[in-house]
């Protein structure tokens, strides 16, 4: 084990003593592959026997953003059927003449298309689907477009939309066809789980509603309300999975998303707007512009970070939202697991 693997092995299992987080895997990674990874913890605590897996599947929340927003929106603008900078009023006939008309693809990926920052989508617009869609496609924006950066789970639910109407398939169905079948990546879909895999999957929250911990089925209530399947979140997977993904990234194979969306999508694009932002993905908190890392988080405790300059990627899956809320004590740990998986010779 090197140094920087005992770091974070450290790391890691401090969250666990502390009760950050029940348990954690992690893998770190180039182009060629999985270099490191690990397990610490427990699945569940109420299951002492049961350890963490590095098969664990999690609930990987707004890593949907990216799994499967982001990358088939990549595919979808390679293949010429997008142009993220054209009104979405111009060929989108569901949002012509509504305020939507006037934002683009480009400012809803740097999270700059001035709309609601909340979702609400049951109190504002009820439970049926369609409903929700209507509602959401028609919502007057709370600022003018490009005025500034606002992160809101808005923007990747009419993202998915979006790619719905482009592409006339539900979103699941194109991230499997379109990016997770031809990286390989078996293991990843969205919920709710088969009741096998969902045996296996890391808990997350309490429910009041089942008295158990959620387990297999998707912690935003919004996926939840919209049957488990949105841009928001929704996606489960595992580590290795993962891995392949932010390969791809690094070094952009046949099939699915390819370099130039890459590239283009690791690059700011807010200009002196901060926090800054490049397609989806962010600069990683802590770092430099130099060091060319980049990032994307997860609400229930997951993380991926790629650097396309280091030829490296990281992982961290774990399931914090099992003992609460706060976000302070797993932004310690995802920041410390970001220097020491950098860090590596």
């Known amino acids: 084990m090197t140094q920087a693997d005992r770091r974070i092995e450290d790391l890691l ?6 009760r950050v987080h029940p348990g954690a895997v992690w893998a770190v990674g180039d182009a060629d592959g999985t270099r490191d990874s690990g397990a ?28 499967a927003v982001w990358s088939v929106i990549g595919t979808l ?9 054209m009104p979405l009023g111009s060929f989108w006939p569901e949002v012509a003449g509504h305020p939507l008309a006037a934002v683009t693809a480009h400012q809803l990926l740097t999270h700059t298309a001035g709309l609601p920052l909340r979702a609400n989508l049951r109190k504002l617009y009820g439970s049926d689907p369609q409903d929700v869609r209507d509602g959401v496609l028609h919502e007057a924006p709370r600022r003018p477009p490009g005025e500034a950066v606002e992160y809101t789970d808005r923007a990747a639910l009419v993202l998915g939309y979006l790619a719905e109407h482009l592409a006339d398939r539900p979103l699941d169905r194109l991230a499997t066809e379109r990016v997770w079948s031809p990286l390989g990546m078996t293991c990843t879909r969205f919920g709710p789980l088969p009741a096998d895999t969902a045996a296996r999957c890391a808990p997350t929250e309490y ?4 008295g158990a911990h959620l387990r297999g089925t998707v912690h935003d209530f919004s996926a939840r309300l ?9 996606v489960f997977s595992v580590a290795d999975d993962l891995a392949r993904f932010l390969r791809h990234l690094l070094s952009p194979a046949e099939g699915s ?35 060319d ?3 994307h988080y997860g609400f229930t405790g997951t993380g991926m970070w790629v650097s396309p300059k280091q030829g490296r990627w990281a992982v961290l899956l774990t399931n914090k939202l099992y003992y609460g809320r706060d976000r302070a004590p ?10 020491a998986a950098f860090a590596r010779p």
């Open 13 to 18: 299992r401090s969250g666990v003593r502390q």
């Open 40 to 67: 610490v913890g427990l699945l569940d605590p109420g299951r002492p026997g049961d350890p963490m897996r590095l098969d664990t599947p999690f609930d990987l929340a707004s890593l949907t953003k990216i799994l």
């Open 77 to 85: 603008v390679e293949a010429g059927k997008l142009e993220t900078r």
């Open 207 to 210: 429910d009041d509603t089942t």
């Open 226 to 234: 919209l049957g488990g399947v949105c841009g928001i979140s929704g």
């Open 257 to 291: 998303f390819g370099p130039t969306w890459v590239k283009d999508s690791l690059r700011l694009h807010t200009g002196e707007l901060t926090p800054a932002r490049g397609l989806f993905w962010h600069p990683a908190p802590g770092t430099t512009p130099g060091e």
């Open 293 to 295: 890392i980049w990032t």
């Open 330 to 339: 797993i932004t310690v740990i995802r920041d410390g697991f970001r220097a």
